[in-house]
């Protein structure tokens, strides 16, 4: 991961400031998210991955978007307490963010520079894509919004992310 992309400052969803840099050396999985989206549901396999792998060092952060038709019109608290009561969400959340745009935050318009798809997109799909992050901080997986936390493609991804640590 480029220094700077540790450095860009975020938001948690409580108020209070960090950034990447937190976790390093973690596999990370960064996923840009919305309450009222027929793709909601991911939040269900997103806390269940965070469950699994949490303890070999991985994290999901969750980084809400009304980019896409106002599905995500909330505040941060009204978010969070969506979040836990209805999905029981416990991986870190953050403030939300624009992912699309002339006012992109900067830490997607860095992901999306450093992506290995190849592919010529320059912006977000939709709700719920993901970006995989590795232990040193490569960008080495991007994941449409359709698919799955739990698909096959996602989870041997940080598995292989993960390796023997």
């Not at 307490?81 to 992109?104: L, Q």
Request: glycine share 10%.
């Amino acid at each position: 991961m480029p220094a700077s992309l540790f450095q860009i400052p975020l938001t948690r969803i409580d108020g209070s400031v960090g950034s990447l840099s937190d976790y390093t050396g973690d596999v990370l999985l960064v996923v840009n998210v919305a309450s009222k989206c027929g793709l909601t549901p991911q939040y269900e396999g997103l806390e269940s991955l965070y469950r699994t792998y949490k303890d070999r060092g991985f994290a999901v952060l969750g980084f809400p978007a009304n980019d896409f038709n106002g599905q995500e019109p909330g505040s941060e608290a009204e978010i969070s307490a969506f979040c836990r009561s209805v999905y029981g969400v416990d991986f870190p959340m953050f403030a939300k963010i624009e992912v699309t745009g002339r006012h992109k935050h900067p830490l997607y318009k860095s992901l999306i520079e450093h992506s290995p798809t190849g592919k010529s997109d320059t912006e977000i799909q939709w709700n719920f894509e993901k970006f995989l992050i590795d232990r040193a901080g490569a960008v080495i997986g991007r994941f449409a919004p359709a698919t799955k936390p739990e698909d096959e493609a996602v989870v041997g991804a940080i598995e292989a992310a993960l390796g023997s640590k």
